[in-house]
T-cell receptor, first 110, second 113 residues
Framework: KNEVEQSPQNLTAQEGEFITINCSYSVGISALHWLQQHPGGGIVSLFMLSSGKKKHGRLIATINIQEKHSSLHITASHPRDSAVYICAALCQNTGNQFYFGTGTSLTVIP | GAGVSQSPSNKVTEKGKDVELRCDPISGHTALYWYRQSLGQGLEFLIY????????KSGLPSDRFSAERTGGSVSTLTIQRTQQEDSAVYLC???????????FGPGTRLTVL
């Protein structure tokens, strides 16, 4: 079993839809990192959070430490949001190592 | 300021040859990671450097893999006697300090024929 699980694995949405990607983890963490990997392969950091909620533009990330769960929401989705979204848990014990989910592939159709 | 850079962007080599992959982290970032991403797979941790501390090599898949970081800045990942299963994208990331986000380089796509 992976330390970090993401769902869904694949997601197709119509432009304008509200999207939620889920991340659950089984290890104690110091923080959780959401990343976006573009079709060309480049990886961009979206959020790093250890509690509560963060918002940047149409993206919102939340984390519930007690439930060991985080969500990434995209409001008013757009085709340019099509990418793979990856969550990574910063392990509490080591403080250094990230455990990665396998990613959620999002396709937004015009 | 420049982001994380990696070179080469693509490398094709023959089985059994040695390769060196380079990573230039963001200036001032004390932590540096190497990851590997095989086709259609998630990110696999290889090695981590933090300041002058001994590196965390726990992710290196075999003794053919090694890495060094000179002067706390540039890092080189070396793969000796490459095998076809080493074919992957090798990604480098740096971060300023503990609890900071990682910034990724564009990766080096390695193909072993």
């Amino acid at each position: 079993k992976n330390e970090v699980e993401q769902s869904p694995q694949n997601l197709t949405a119509q432009e304008g839809e509200f999207i939620t990607i889920n991340c659950s983890y089984s290890v104690g963490i110091s923080a959780l990192h959401w990343l976006q990997q573009h079709p060309g392969g480049g990886i961009v950091s979206l959020f790093m959070l250890s509690s509560g909620k963060k918002k940047h533009g149409r993206l919102i990330a939340t984390i519930n430490i007690q439930e060991k769960h985080s969500s990434l929401h995209i409001t008013a989705s757009h085709p340019r949001d099509s990418a793979v979204y990856i969550c990574a848990a910063l392990c509490q014990n080591t403080g250094n190592q990230f455990y990665f989910g396998t990613g959620t592939s999002l396709t937004v159709i015009p | 300021g420049a982001g994380v850079s990696q070179s080469p962007s693509n490398k094709v080599t023959e089985k059994g040859k040695d390769v060196e992959l380079r990573c230039d982290p963001i200036s001032g970032h004390t932590a540096l990671y190497w990851y590997r991403q095989s086709l259609g797979q998630g990110l696999e941790f290889l090695i981590y450097f933090q300041g002058n501390s001994a590196p965390d090599k726990s992710g290196l898949p075999s003794d053919r893999f090694s890495a060094e970081r000179t002067g706390g800045s540039v890092s080189t990942l070396t793969i000796q006697r490459t095998q076809q299963e080493d074919s992957a994208v090798y990604l480098c990331a740096s971060r300023l300090a503990v609890f900071n986000e990682q910034f990724f380089g564009p990766g080096t796509r390695l193909t072993v024929l």
